[in-house]
């Protein structure tokens, strides 16, 4: 996650406190996914952002989860992500996601 974001999700953790805050990820591989879930939930692990040291515990989801998807409209899912979920690992992902969401996340959507 870069340093404009990391910004952007410490600002609106702050206006709107961390219980109100959900991430919503679309990275192409599970491992920057869990970057950056580990960014927004334990700190950046780079040490490098606005979020080193920062343990906001935000929930954080992505896109391609199952319950991410029943949330959208089906027709927009379909113009927007489906070609996407076609060519990702989608299995992985979720996996990543779970396992940062058990180890950091303090607040579930």
């Known amino acids: 996650m870069d340093l404009e974001n990391q910004n952007r999700v410490k600002d609106a953790t702050e206006k709107f406190g961390a219980e109100n805050v959900v991430v919503l990820l679309g990275a192409a591989e599970a491992e920057a996914a869990g970057l950056a879930a580990e960014t927004v939930t334990a700190g950046d692990p780079t040490f490098a952002g606005p979020l080193a040291g920062v343990e906001l515990g935000l ?51």
């Open 59 to 109: 929930a954080v989801y992505h896109v391609v989860e199952p319950e991410m998807k029943e949330l959208f409209d089906e027709s927009v899912y379909e113009d927007q992500i489906s070609m996407m979920e076609m060519v990702l690992e989608v299995d992985e992902i979720v996996e990543e996601m779970n396992d940062i969401r058990g180890q950091f996340c303090k607040y579930n959507a």
